[in-house]
């Protein structure tokens, strides 16, 4: 089992900055991949950020070069530096995991919230 837990989330001007964490433990040896997701009311969640164990990221289109997905393996923690926020991006985010043997986690979520 894999437990996560966001934290970071806020509320933040057109144009200001914020950073999500998402605090991993128990099994963390077992993710292959690890993600932020999405979800504004009366929307479907989507995929925000992905970062795999090679090191290798996908970005969606709408925040490529303004969100930037990390991990710290010594602190077992995911991170989601988010610039350049917009209106657009006020959404519920969550800290996604999935195991190597297709196993899937999610925490409870953050709300983010920009102001115009």
């Known amino acids: 089992q894999v437990q996560l837990v966001e934290s970071g989330g806020g509320l933040v001007q057109a144009g200001g900055r914020l950073r999500l964490a998402c605090a991993t433990s128990g099994s963390t040896a077992r993710i292959n991949t690890m993600a932020w997701y999405r979800q504004s009311p009366g929307k479907q969640r989507e995929l925000v950020a992905r970062l795999w164990r090679t090191g290798s990221t996908d970005y969606a289109d709408s925040v490529q070069g303004r969100f930037a997905i990390s991990g710290d393996d010594a602190k077992d923690t995911l991170y989601l530096q988010m610039n350049s926020l917009k209106p657009e991006d006020t959404a519920v985010y969550y800290c996604?995991?999935?195991?190597?043997?297709?196993?899937?986690?999610w925490g409870p979520g953050t709300q983010v919230t920009v102001s115009s």
């Open positions: 996604y995991a999935q195991s190597f043997l297709g196993a899937d986690y």
